[in-house]
């Protein structure tokens, strides 16, 4: 099938798609978006994490037919441009990036969190988090960032 969506906010289309690959597998391969990653394949971890229609989604268990005139958002489309999300800076800022690999979705789900509650409690962040596993940062840096991109959004 000819797969026709829409990818942090441009056109896109790809040929000879099988209906039920995964968007995951549609965004890195055949898109050329390698920012969300292939971790789990079951939507366990959270790493592929990406907007659908504005929703935050496990691009993992989306199936590319699914996909088919929806709009789609991932962690390279947070940045504007050159400049970063105040939720990218804040997780480089707080150090709470490390090997990297649940970073992406980490983003995606902590943007979507700012955007329904800009100042979240702590027990706010873990429950919206409780999706995505980390492998390398004990958590503690990870909630820093959210707190910081927390109190700068509430500045801007």
């Known amino acids: ?3 026709k969506l829409t990818v942090n906010g441009q056109p896109h289309e790809a040929d000879d798609v099988w209906e039920g690959e995964s968007l995951l597998y549609v ?3 055949r898109l050329g978006l390698p920012g969300s990653k292939n971790a789990c394949e079951q939507g366990e971890c959270g790493s592929c994490t990406v907007y659908v229609d504005g929703v935050p989604a496990c691009a993992c268990l ?6 088919e ?8 489309g947070l ?3 050159e ?4 939720v990218q800076e804040a997780f480089v800022e707080a150090g709470a990036v490390q090997c990297g690999f649940c970073t992406p979705g980490l983003l995606v789900q902590t943007h ?11 027990a706010e962040i873990r429950e919206s988090l409780a999706g995505n596993l980390c492998r390398c940062t004990g958590y503690e840096k990870i909630m820093d960032a959210v707190r910081l991109a927390a109190q700068r959004k509430a500045r801007a």
Do not use: C, I, K
Not at 69 to 75: D, I, K, P, Q, Y
Not at 83 to 86: A, E, G, I, V, Y
């Open 1 to 3: 099938m000819r797969l």
């Open 27 to 29: 965004l890195r391969e």
């Open 62 to 67: 989306v199936a590319a037919g699914q996909a």
């Open 69 to 76: 005139g929806r709009e789609v958002r991932t962690v390279e």
């Open 79 to 81: 940045a504007d441009g």
């Open 83 to 86: 400049r970063l999300d105040p």
């Open 112 to 122: 979507d969190l700012l955007e329904r509650t800009p100042e979240p409690s702590d």
